[in-house]
């Protein structure tokens, strides 16, 4: 299967032979669902905080935050094309649908509007009202879209403009800078920030954010620290094709193809970051709404402030060896009852050395918070007590690709969910001895999804490696936080642009 050219390819992109080999045998198997055994829900596995806590929380946050490193990841590497799907279907038929009804409405709100008023002067001599009343509503949308107007079409998100204000408009990215400002910034006023990027837009984000750095710096009284990465070659998959053979292009190379978002558990890893915030590029609101947002962030780092370092202090007791049963009693309590591990009743039959080295092992990983809002149609993963093939029970953040439809009792569970996971995370990524942990230890590889595609009019089957926050950080410490669906305002299309949080 694998040729000496092969080999070569391997090489260029740091793939070892073996991994191709478990990637192919895992497409041929297919996806392998997972076990639901109930979803998530207020009161089992899910706090809801009432405000005296958020206060409290609000309060260890800014009184612990000068004794830790903060850091704000933001995947941003994908175009938003996805974003204009229903205008370039309109820019192609001229087609007009509810969706260009309401775009061509509200096209004076749009923050881009002064911006694409300039470019149909300059492409068609002409400002967009008198356009649209001669009925050239394609050419405008050509020029929103395409590479000689504003080329909307392929930018990444952090790279539109999203949010009108009175004397200006921002950009996503700059949102991004804002709210690191107000929770991600150290005692030293350094707000550190890190961007996943495209290879081809890497360069266009490094001169966005030399244009905005000093004015944000000088606004915000801090020294912004911002890095870039790009997803790694070496995490990209391989197909097969409809005899289970390896999916070759036309000159005979393996085809490749990007993992998902999964893969960035390596960009991750790299950082070797103390405390992380993980928030997708579109799922910001302009400042003067941010306020919640920017609380409910607090909030949930000041609870992982807390619970790791009850946690360190248990380990550091573990470590010892020398734990009177009433201490072990109490760190088996404070496990179930506040860190969500599932501890089966055998454990209780183990000797105390048994013990020690069984909650050493359960209590030494890496920790999130993560915020889930209440569950209101919106398409993406949730929280459920999941079943792994050890029989392990925990907590998990699970898409709907990965249950099986088909099985009525899992199909209930699935149905029963209550809450949505709006990417809200807050991580700890360093052990009780300040050493970083090797993250990629904690992926369960089995979680990864095989869909069927095409390339070049052949049918393949593709693998999606498990996604970041789902099967890449499957054997972590999980709680989960109820927050306020004002928390979570993506931009899925750009008439979300429209709605009242964004405007």
Not at 92 to 111: L, N, Q, R, V, Y
Not at 189 to 213: C, N, Q, R, Y
């Amino acid at each position: 299967m694998i040729t000496e050219k092969d080999i070569q390819q391997l090489s260029e992109r740091n793939i070892a032979e073996n991994q191709v080999l478990n990637q192919v045998a895992q497409l041929k198997r297919g996806t392998k669902f997972v076990q639901l055994m109930r979803p998530a829900t207020i009161g089992d596995g899910i706090e809801r905080i009432d405000e005296e806590r958020k206060n409290m929380l609000n309060a260890i946050f800014e009184a612990d935050k000068e004794f830790y490193q903060f850091t704000k990841f933001v995947p941003a590497s994908g175009a938003a094309s996805r974003m204009f799907k229903d205008l370039f279907a309109f820019a192609d038929s001229g087609e007009e649908t509810k969706f260009t009804d309401i775009f061509f409405a509200h096209i004076h709100s749009f923050a881009f509007f002064d911006d694409l008023n300039e470019a149909t002067k300059r492409i068609y001599g002409s400002d967009i009202d008198t356009m649209l009343q001669q009925g050239r509503k394609v050419e405008v949308v050509k020029a929103l879209l395409l590479d000689d107007g504003l080329a909307y079409g392929k930018l990444p998100k952090a790279l539109l403009k999203f949010h009108h204000y009175p004397t200006f408009n921002r950009l996503a990215l700059e949102e991004h800078l804002v709210e690191a400002a107000h929770y991600a910034t150290d005692n030293e006023g350094v707000a550190k920030l890190h961007f996943t990027v495209s290879p081809e837009h890497e360069a266009h984000f490094k001169a966005a954010i030399d244009a905005l750095k000093d004015d944000y710096e000088k606004q915000y009284g801090v020294r912004y620290d911002i890095t870039f990465s790009c997803q790694k070659p070496s995490t990209d998959t391989v197909a097969i094709d409809k005899e289970g053979n390896l999916f070759r292009e036309a000159d005979g190379r393996i085809l490749f193809r990007p993992g998902g978002h999964g893969a960035l558990i390596e960009n991750l890893n790299d950082l070797g970051e103390e405390i992380v915030f993980i928030k997708n590029i579109d799922n910001i609101v302009p400042e003067t709404k941010a306020e919640t947002t920017i609380i409910y962030k607090k909030v949930l780092a000041g609870l992982l402030l807390h619970l790791q370092q009850r946690t360190f202090d248990y380990l550091e007791m573990l470590d010892e060896g020398a734990v009177t049963d009433e201490e072990l009693d109490e760190i088996i309590s404070f496990a179930k009852d506040e860190l969500m591990i599932d501890i089966p009743d055998f454990v209780k039959g183990y000797t105390n050395i048994e013990k020690v080295d069984y909650l050493y092992n359960k209590l030494n990983r890496p920790m999130r918070v993560c915020g889930m809002v209440k569950n209101e149609g919106e398409p993406g993963g949730g929280p459920f007590w999941v079943k792994n093939d050890d029989d392990e029970v925990s907590l998990q953040i699970i898409e709907s690709s990965q249950i099986n439809h088909g099985d009525a009792k899992q199909e209930a569970i699935f149905k029963a969910s209550t809450h949505f996971n709006p990417v809200d995370l807050v991580c700890g990524c360093w052990n009780y001895r300040g050493e970083t942990f090797n993250l990629t230890d904690y992926v369960d590889a089995n979680t990864g999804f095989v869909s069927n595609k095409s390339k070049d009019g052949r049918e393949l089957k593709a693998l999606e490696l498990p996604g970041l926050w789902n099967g890449a950080m499957a054997d972590w410490i999980t709680i989960f936080v109820e927050v306020p669906i004002e928390t979570f305002n993506p931009v899925k299309t750009v008439n979300d642009l429209l709605k009242p949080m964004h405007c």
